[in-house]
């Protein structure tokens, strides 16, 4: 069966950065697209960032274009978010998503000095 697992979330201060891992099993990775989607706290749950199945093309949200990458290590069957320059605003759990609807459990991501 499809699983997702998060890991790398924590507390950061401003002007910081994390790298959140999201490993993949129970299906051809390489195969699919790759998206994280975050949600804060009263919010609705927002999509981050896509990675194609080959990593050559990728889309980011406007609130995180040119601070945050996505990629992916089809070898290891995992796929990355490098967060830089963080803000208190980027403070959400971090979710890993395959369509149609496979989910991680998330990872939390705490911005605050």
């Known amino acids: 069966q499809v699983q997702l697992v998060?890991?790398?979330?924590?507390?950061?201060?401003?002007?910081?950065?994390?790298r959140l891992s999201c490993a993949a099993s129970g299906f051809t990775f390489s195969s699919y697209a790759m998206n994280w989607y975050r949600q804060a706290p009263a919010k609705k749950r927002e999509l981050v960032a896509q990675i194609s199945g080959?990593?050559?093309?990728?889309?980011?949200?406007?609130?995180?274009?040119?601070?945050?990458?996505?990629?992916?290590?089809?070898?290891k069957n995992t796929v990355y978010l490098q967060m830089n320059t963080l803000k208190p605003g980027d403070t959400a759990v971090?979710?890993?998503?395959?369509?149609?609807?496979?989910?991680?459990?998330?990872?939390?991501?705490?911005?605050s000095s």
């Open 54 to 75: 080959t990593g050559g093309s990728t889309n980011y949200a406007d609130s995180v274009k040119g601070r945050f990458i996505i990629s992916r290590d089809n070898a």
């Open 6 to 18: 998060e890991s790398g979330g924590g507390l950061v201060q401003p002007g910081g950065s994390l």
């Open 94 to 111: 971090y979710y890993c998503q395959r369509a149609p609807a496979y989910w991680g459990q998330g990872t939390q991501v705490t911005v």
